[in-house]
Every structure is written in C-alpha cells, then in structure tokens.
C-alpha cells in the first residue's frame, strides 16, 4: 500500500548530540512537511517542501534544518537537541497536482533527549 | 492569519450513542477546506472527514458527519452509533483553497479527547 513511512519509532537522543529522523513516501506527493506535536498539543508545522523549495515557519528555530533529496525521501535533523525539543515528529505529505486537498501523516517518531 | 478553535477539552460518550464535537474558524479566505483528523494512542493521525468550503451539502462518511454552517464559521463533528475504537484525540483543522505553488498547510485546532464509555 501506498503510504508515509517514518523511522524510527522511537529515537532517543543526549542533549546536545546531532539527530537525524527521516521520512519516506510512496504516494509521489510533491509537497513533504515536518510537524512537531508536544504531548497533547496540536502538531506545530516546522517548514515543509514544496518539489525542491524549502519553506520555513517564521517561528521555527535555527536548530532544525531539513533536507529532500528526492521526491520520495525528506530528513528532519535538529543540529544540537535541548530538551525542549523532546516531542512527537511527524511527517505528512500532500499532492498538489493532482489533490486530494487532506495530508497523508506517518506514524511519527517519538524523539526523548536525555 | 487563519485560527481554528476547539472549545471542549474533552468529550465522553456511551458506546452506541451520538456525540457532536465543535470546531470554529476565523479566516478571510472564501476558498478553503476543513477536515477532521483522528489521533489514537498510537499517534498516527488519520483523515475522518473532509469538507470544501465551496460544497454546500455536509460531507458524510459512513457514522461519521459534519455540521458545516460557512456564514457562522462553524464545523462540527458528529459521531453516531460510538464505538469503542473511536476513542482518540480529534483535531480540527482549516487549509486554505486551490494552488498556491507554495504548499499549503494545515492549521490545526487545539484538539477534543474523546472517551467511549461501555
């Protein structure tokens, strides 16, 4: 099945020390974003891709970056992880080309800095 | 910019009974759409219903429907016949309309726990 995949699950981090999440799609969906979700809270967008161009939140912070280098695959690193940044990272996808108009989400990755 | 407001913190709800949760929207936009989206404990989040704001008829999905009144800026979910897999979080969300070239993105509302009550 067509789908959003992020790994992994769960990723554990110490304070300070680079991390990576990644995110993959089968749905060749053109658009790719990176929501951060606080324990219950609502997902917060961090920036997202639309094709190649990079659009970042006004509020997102230096620490996180991303990449894309391809239309199925797209990176979350957060370059010195404070505790602050323990939360639920969640990948979505969405097609503008074509729509339909909803986000497609994976099932996140639940980041603990120590 | 555009907000969505969920006003109940948390629902509870017998199983095989009817609960309506509440959502409204402030936005300037007239082209736009509106979904609700479910979260289970294991924290995917999962389409329930969408509806487009140029489409008068409320959107139904088998148990699940929606109030939409555009004028009042109001959309509310109702579930009928509960059951207990429907227990989550509910996130209301707003996005804005048609092809913007730049993405557009979703603007969630603060969420609604709900809790199916055998």
């Known amino acids: 099945d067509a789908m959003v995949i992020q790994n992994p699950r769960y990723q554990v981090t110490q304070f300070g020390k680079p991390v990576t999440l990644s995110c993959s799609q089968t749905?060749?969906?053109?658009?790719m974003y990176w929501y951060q979700q606080k324990s219950s809270q609502a997902p917060k967008l961090l920036f997202h891709?639309?094709?190649?161009?990079?659009?970042n939140e006004a509020d997102t912070p230096d620490n996180f970056q991303s990449r894309r280098p391809n239309t199925s695959f797209c990176f979350l690193d957060i370059r010195s992880p404070g505790l602050g940044d323990a939360a639920m990272y969640l990948c979505?996808?969405?097609?503008?080309?074509?729509?339909?108009?909803?986000?497609?989400f994976g099932s996140g990755t639940q980041l603990s800095v120590l | 910019a555009q907000t969505v407001t969920q006003s109940q913190p948390e629902m509870s709800v017998q199983e095989a009974e009817t609960v309506t949760l509440s959502c409204t929207y402030d936005t300037s936009e007239s082209d736009y759409y509106l979904f609700w989206y479910k979260q289970p404990p294991s924290r995917q989040m999962i389409l329930v219903i969408r509806q487009e704001a140029y489409k008068q008829q409320n959107a139904t999905e088998n148990r699940f429907s929606v109030n939409f009144q555009k004028a009042a800026k109001s959309f509310s979910l109702k579930i009928s016949d509960s059951q207990l897999g429907d227990a989550a979080m509910y996130f209301c969300?707003?996005?804005?309309?048609?092809?913007?070239?730049?993405?557009?993105?979703?603007?969630f509302g603060t969420g609604t726990q709900l809790k199916v009550e055998l």
């Open positions: 891709y639309y094709d190649k161009d990079f659009n």
């Open positions: 749905l060749n969906h053109n658009v």
């Open positions: 969300a707003y996005r804005s309309g048609g092809l913007t070239g730049g993405g557009n993105k979703l603007t």
């Open positions: 979505a996808t969405s097609s503008e080309l074509t729509g339909p108009m909803e986000l497609f």
